[in-house]
Structure formats: structure tokens, C-alpha cells
């Protein structure tokens, strides 16, 4: 949250290379979109600046350029009505909304069962233990370790998430 990583020309540069990278490489979005999940979950509320800092800042990966649009566009997500202004340099302190979990978006997390399946992109999961949101490419296990806090986790244990990808 240092003022200097949202340093002008650095946002500019990352902008260009996020532009370019998400033309070729979309896959992106799904891995963003599992970072603003965890931000929600850890925080209770998310804006895009958030998955920005944690996305490109701290994990070093690029932005998602038009993608970017569908980072929130999950029917786990709802608008808290609230705005706050962007601390990103290159978006001239526009307003961006902040998002939080839908209150009956756990309709749409429940534990894992015999019937779970992942989708070619993969699928959320996140650990009873300690709430780290982790993505599996199959169910084909009875327990996993969590690569976080290492609890050997049941199946049945983990819960589920639906981020309804388009
Ligand atoms: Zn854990």
C-alpha cells in the first residue's frame, strides 16, 4: 500500500505490457478472478485497485487489459453502491465501484461432494481451515493438503465455489 508502487510511469508501462499480454493470453482473468475472491473472503470487500496491487504488484503477473471488465461480473459478486477513487495513476483517480460477496452467495459455496466437477479452467475450493482459496483441475482425491496451513482437509470438507465464468 506504499505510495511509490503506484508510481506514474510504472502504471503506464504495466498498462501497455497488461494491454498486450491479455490480447495474447486471456487465461488470466480466471486467476484474478480467484485472487479478488480470496481479497473478499480475507476482507469482507474488494475493489479493482485491490486485485491490482495483489495481481500485478505483489505476484508480478500482468494486468488484464479490456479483460479487466470482467473481473467482478460473477453472480458471486454484488456492488456495495460505494465508489471510492482509483489510486491508480493511469486511470486519473476515476471512480471505481467496491465490490463484496453476495449475502446468499452461498447458495453457491457448498462442500465438495461425490458429484463436484471443475471445469477445463479449473475450480475454486477454499479450505475450512483457514479460508485460502486454492484451484483444483479435478476431484479425483478423498483428501489435499492445503497449501497454506497444510491441514490434511477431508473432501467433503472443502467448500465449493461457482465464480460463474462467462
Ligand atoms: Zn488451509
Given at each position: 500500500m506504499t505510495p511509490e508502487q503506484f508510481d506514474l510511469n510504472l502504471g503506464r508501462e504495466l498498462k501497455t505490457v497488461g494491454v498486450t499480454l491479455a490480447s495474447e493470453n486471456n487465461g488470466n482473468l480466471a486467476e484474478a478472478q480467484a485472487v479478488a475472491l480470496q481479497l473478499a473472503v480475507d476482507h469482507g470487500r474488494v475493489t479493482a485497485d485491490d486485485v491490482y496491487q495483489r495481481?500485478?504488484?505483489?505476484?508480478g503477473n500482468s494486468w488484464l487489459g479490456?479483460?479487466?471488465?470482467?473481473?467482478?461480473?460473477?453472480?458471486?459478486f454484488e456492488w456495495t453502491g460505494e465508489l471510492v477513487a482509483s489510486r491508480r495513476p493511469s486511470r486519473h483517480a476515476n471512480y471505481i465501484r467496491v465490490w463484496r460477496l453476495k449475502p446468499n452467495g452461498c447458495r453457491e459455496m457448498k462442500n465438495v461432494n461425490r458429484n463436484t466437477r471443475a471445469p477445463r479452467e479449473g475450480r475454486e475450493i477454499i479450505c475450512p481451515k483457514c479460508h485460502s482459496v486454492q484451484r483444483v483441475h479435478?476431484?479425483?482425491?478423498s483428501a489435499l493438503t492445503c497449501t497454506k496451513c497444510k491441514a490434511v482437509v477431508d473432501k467433503n470438507d472443502w467448500v465449493a465455489l461457482d465464480i460463474g465464468r462467462n
Open positions: 495481481y500485478v504488484l505483489d505476484q479490456n479483460a479487466a471488465g470482467s473481473l467482478f461480473r460473477s453472480s458471486l479435478h476431484f479425483s482425491w
